[in-house]
């Protein structure tokens, strides 16, 4: 079984719709949670960063983390076509090296 | 203010060649981090570099190797190159332990 899994998708969603993307993970030792962009051929971008369990926003994004079902997700609200690329959930321990744990991927693209 | 740099952009080589990829990290980080990205994957973590040391390993074959100047950048090496290896080499810079900032990537092709 993989630390982080993550559904690859693809995913289609009209513009302007609410995305939903998902990780599940097995090791409760993990404490930093990301979600990463990455557009094709290029290298990822840090989105959201959130310690422990809760939400954060920033603008359109949401990211939420339950580490009791050891599951965390990403909200786009008023999905934009430049929002197609691959989002990728990472994560790691917060303590040691900060190796960090990736989830494969959610291919994401919103039709205008 | 550049972003993590990384050199060459792209690299094509034979089996059972060597090859070195560089990173630059942003400015003020002082760790750099190797990933492993193959075609429809998340990044590998293959090894993290902090005060000139490998400070963590993920599991790699010693055929990887790195190094970390006093200027922190950093060198990804890769002998005796298998088919398996062709992926997009990913470096990402942070403060030690902190949030970690990726470059666009090396695209290793191997023939």
């Known amino acids: 079984q993989k630390e982080v899994e993550q559904d690859p998708g693809p995913l289609s969603v009209p513009e302007g719709a609410i995305v939903s993307l998902n990780c599940t993970y097995s090791?409760?030792?993990?404490?930093?949670f990301m979600w990463y962009r990455q557009y094709s051929r290029k290298g990822p971008e840090l989105l959201m960063y959130t310690y422990s369990s809760g939400n954060k926003e920033d603008g359109r994004f949401t990211a939420q983390v339950d580490k009791s079902s050891k599951y965390i997700s990403l909200f786009i609200r008023d999905s934009q076509p430049s929002d197609s690329a691959t989002y990728l959930c990472a994560m790691w321990g917060g303590t040691g090296a900060n190796n960090l744990f990736f989830g494969t991927g959610t291919r994401l693209t919103v039709i205008p | 203010d550049a972003g993590v740099t990384q050199s060459p952009t792209h690299l094509i080589k034979t089996r059972g060649q060597q090859v070195t990829l560089r990173c630059s990290p942003k400015s003020g980080h002082d760790t750099v981090s190797w990933y492993q990205q193959a075609l429809g994957q998340g990044p590998q973590f293959i090894f993290q570099y902090y005060e000139e040391e490998e400070r963590q390993r993920g599991n790699f074959p010693d055929r990887f190797s790195g190094h970390q100047f006093p200027n922190y950048s950093s060198e990804l090496n890769v002998n005796a190159l298998l088919l398996g290896d062709s992926a997009l080499y990913l470096c990402?810079?942070?403060?030690?332990?902190?949030?970690?900032?990726f470059g666009p990537g090396t695209r290793l092709t191997v023939l």
């Open positions: 090791n409760s030792a993990f404490q930093y």
């Open positions: 990402a810079s942070s403060p030690y332990r902190g949030r970690q900032f």
